[in-house]
Each structure stands twice: as structure tokens, then as C-alpha cells.
């Protein structure tokens, strides 16, 4: 290698270089360095890029949460204060039509007035009037006279009963709430004063509706019934060798008022097939049955109460709804149909679908036993009746029945505050 020249101060001269060197990764540490120079003018500007991007996506990710969470807020506003989207308008508006209320209300004004003239009113008067035992009064062959001293009392109550059952007739979707105070408070104060007292707002802790479906007959449930606190039977339905299937207990006996027309034309107004401490709840048929409620109120000795109006216009609009969306589905055939095929005016729920509805007001726990048909079974489990009422839609009920079970479907009418309770359904 040739010798490279010194300088007079003794310090070697330094020669261009005229070869790449070939070993660049043994090269001294500061050429190494000299080529990043320049980069370091031009990371500062991207670094200050990126934290403004940065900057920028984070104020942009919370104002898309914010909107988000705002949006969650106003909709669940709208799903508290309007009816769940899964229910049909369309559907609602037609069951809060009431067909026959027009006619109902001049047959109330009608009896109000003492008019019993139509053939069928008259029946039932002249039935009301020989329980009573004053057919003898009446020698001359004349009419009894409702206004009459004989008859002055009771026609007294029979006119205060309807119209105050009258008056209270409309639409309340809040009245479910009203069911301890109306029907669980009364009963307990005659069945134990000192826990009516104390018991307040509190609810059966478990409460069996037992139908009279002829289902109950391939299923031996009798002790499951049983066990519950409360056990509501429909219509004077037999257990007199059926307890194994239905069991034997009765808290609360639920008929419709036809079946107390039947009982009142009986000696002393008895319509106690459970014995006569086992209290009934019944709901109103005809206007006219309040004759045979206002004699038989004061000869029984368990309480007999009457269904609130405002209780039963929510349930026939209940029934109508799921019925015409069933009607609708099934046949696909308009709304304005529907009347023609289900006795328009005389649609009405079952004594079953109330006394359900009744148990979800009053317990906190409700089991359905007996309701569903198969074709090998009798519709009563205890009578050889086969054809249903045409004026009913069962199937519709037990529409309503699973929506219950389901516990997570929307049912119509109801308030946004009430809870529906535990609802099972056997077979």
C-alpha cells in the first residue's frame, strides 16, 4: 500500500477517496451516522402529523359514542312510551271497537228503567221472581211489579249494582295493578283478618288455574295442583273422583254469571259445588244477571264478587286482538270479515282466558293446567260436550297463552307497568 505523505506537523495527509469501500458495516462511527441527517428534518413533521391524526380520531370516536349512547337513550324512550314494534296498529285500533256497546248500553238503560220486555228478560225476571217465593202475591194473575214494596229492596240494590258496573265500564290498562286491592285484599280478610291487615299489596306467591280441558285426563297433575298457595277452578268444573287428575283443592271457584243463573233457580241460591267457604269470582254475562247476583250476594256465605268492568273490557280487547291477527294469518281475508265469522257482537273470551288473566294480577307465580284440546280428548274433562262455542276463539287464547310463557312478547293493552309474572303452561 503506498505510504501517504505527512504533513509538516506531523499529521498524515488525507487522500480522496477513489474506491467504494467494501466492507461499509466496519466503517468508522461517525461516517455511519452521516447518512440519517437528513432524515431527521423529516421525522418532526410526521410525528406531529401523526399525533394530530391521532387527536383527531379520538374527538371523532367519542362524539360517534356520544350519538350512539344518545341514541340508545331516545330509544328506549320511544320503546318505554309506545307500544312495542312488534305489535300491529292496525290490529289495536280494531280490537278497542267494541261491536255490541252501542247495543249493551240501551239494555242497561232499559233495565234501569224497569223495561223487562223482551222475551228473554222476562224468562230470567220471572225465574228471579219465583226464587224470591212471590208468586203467591201475585193472585190476580198480574206482573210483579219490580217497583213494587215486595220487590223495593232488592230492586234498590239491583239498580245501584248496574249502574255503578255501568258507569266504570271503559278502558283502563292500569286496572291490573288493581287486582290485590279488589279481589286478593277482600278474599283474605275473610279467610284471616289478622293477615289481610298486614298482607298490603303483597301477592299469592303461586297460583294454579286449572281449566276443564279434556286433556287433563292423559296426565295425573293432581298433587302438583295442589301444592300451590292458591287453586282457581272455572265453572263448577267437577273433582269428585277426578282428584288424581285434577287435584282436590279449591281456594277460589271462577264462573261466568250463567252459571249463577243456574244456581239461583235452586233453593237458597246454592252454587257451591266446593263447599260454601270457597269464595267466587265471576264476571258479567248479561246486565240482566245482576238480578240473580243482588239475591244471591246476600244468601251466600263466602264472598261473591264481580269482576271490575274496566278489568273486562281489557281482557275482551286482549282476546279480539289476538283473534283478529289470527283470523287475518290464517285466511288472509280483510278485518272487515272478521265479524261474520266470529259472532261479531257476541264475541267474547272465555271464563279460562280471565280467570288467567285474574292469576297474573294476583300472584307471582301462575301454572295453567287443562287448557289445549288434542282430537282424542273431550272438550270437558267431566262432560261429554265435544263442539266449542263458536262466540269464543280459542285458539287465539292459546296464542296468548304461549306469548305468556315466553315471557318475552309483547301483549297488547297492557300498561308499560306492569310486570307480567312467571307464567308455565302444562299439558
Avoid at 217465593?133 to 190476580?140: C, L
Avoid at 269464595?279 to 263466602?302: E, K, W
Avoid at 300472584?363 to 295453567?368: A, H, M, P
Wanted: charged letters at 20%; hydrophobic letters at 35%; aromatic letters at 10%.
Amino acid at each position: 500500500m503506498p505510504k501517504v505523505p505527512e504533513e509538516k506537523d506531523g499529521s498524515e495527509k488525507e487522500t480522496p477517496k477513489i474506491s467504494i469501500d467494501p466492507f461499509p458495516h466496519l466503517a468508522s462511527t461517525k461516517p455511519y451516522f452521516l447518512p440519517w441527517k437528513p432524515m431527521k428534518r423529516t421525522v418532526r413533521p410526521l410525528f406531529v402529523l401523526l399525533l394530530l391524526l391521532v387527536f383527531i380520531a379520538t374527538l371523532t370516536s367519542r362524539a360517534v359514542v356520544g350519538r350512539r349512547l344518545l341514541s340508545i337513550e331516545l330509544e328506549t324512550r320511544v320503546i318505554n312510551h309506545n307500544p312495542p314494534p312488534q305489535l300491529n296498529t292496525t290490529l289495536l285500533h280494531h280490537a278497542a271497537v267494541e261491536i255490541g256497546e252501542a247495543k249493551l248500553r240501551q239494555e242497561i238503560q232499559q233495565l234501569l228503567d224497569g223495561n223487562f220486555g223482551s222475551q228473554a228478560r222476562h224468562r230470567t225476571f220471572v225465574s228471579w221472581r219465583r226464587f224470591i217465593h212471590h208468586d203467591v202475591d201475585n193472585r190476580n194473575g198480574l206482573p210483579a211489579n219490580l217497583r213494587s214494596p215486595l220487590f223495593y229492596r232488592y230492586w234498590l240494590d239491583f239498580r245501584r249494582v248496574l249502574h255503578d258496573w255501568s258507569r266504570k265500564r271503559r278502558f283502563q290498562p292500569g286496572i291490573m295493578s288493581e287486582l290485590t286491592r279488589s279481589v286478593k285484599i277482600p278474599l283474605d280478610r275473610y279467610n284471616n283478618a289478622a293477615a289481610a291487615a298486614g298482607s298490603g299489596e303483597k301477592r299469592y306467591s303461586s297460583c294454579a288455574v286449572v281449566g276443564n280441558s279434556g286433556i287433563l285426563l292423559n296426565s295425573n297433575h293432581g298433587s302438583l295442583i295442589d301444592a300451590h298457595e292458591v287453586v282457581m277452578r272455572l265453572n263448577n268444573a267437577r273433582v269428585e273422583n277426578y282428584e288424581y287428575k285434577v287435584g282436590k283443592k279449591t281456594s277460589i271457584s271462577f264462573v261466568n254469571s250463567n252459571i249463577l243463573h243456574l244456581c239461583a233457580r235452586r233453593a237458597g241460591c246454592f252454587c257451591h259445588p266446593y263447599g260454601p267457604n270457597v269464595p267466587i269470582v265471576m264476571y258479567i254475562c248479561q246486565a240482566m244477571h245482576f238480578l240473580d247476583y243482588t239475591v244471591c250476594n246476600g244468601s251466600h256465605r263466602a264472598p261473591l264478587l264481580v269482576t271490575d268492568p274496566q278489568f273486562d273490557v281489557l281482557c275482551a280487547r286482549i282476546v279480539k286482538y289476538y283473534s283478529l291477527k289470527r283470523f287475518v294469518e290464517g285466511t288472509g281475508k280483510g278485518l272487515e270479515q272478521w265479524g261474520s265469522a266470529h259472532d261479531g257482537a257476541l264475541f267474547h273470551y272465555s271464563s279460562g282466558m280471565q280467570a288467567v288473566m285474574l292469576a297474573l294480577g294476583i300472584c307471582d307465580r301462575v301454572s295453567i293446567f287443562g287448557f289445549g284440546k288434542s282430537n282424542s280428548a273431550k272438550h270437558h274433562y267431566h262432560t261429554n260436550q265435544k263442539v266449542e262455542l263458536h262466540l269464543h276463539d280459542y285458539e287465539a287464547e292459546y296464542e296468548f297463552y304461549r306469548d305468556l310463557v315466553d315471557g318475552n312478547k309483547p301483549i297488547p293493552f297492557l300498561s308499560d307497568k306492569f310486570k307480567i309474572p312467571p307464567v308455565v303452561m302444562y299439558h
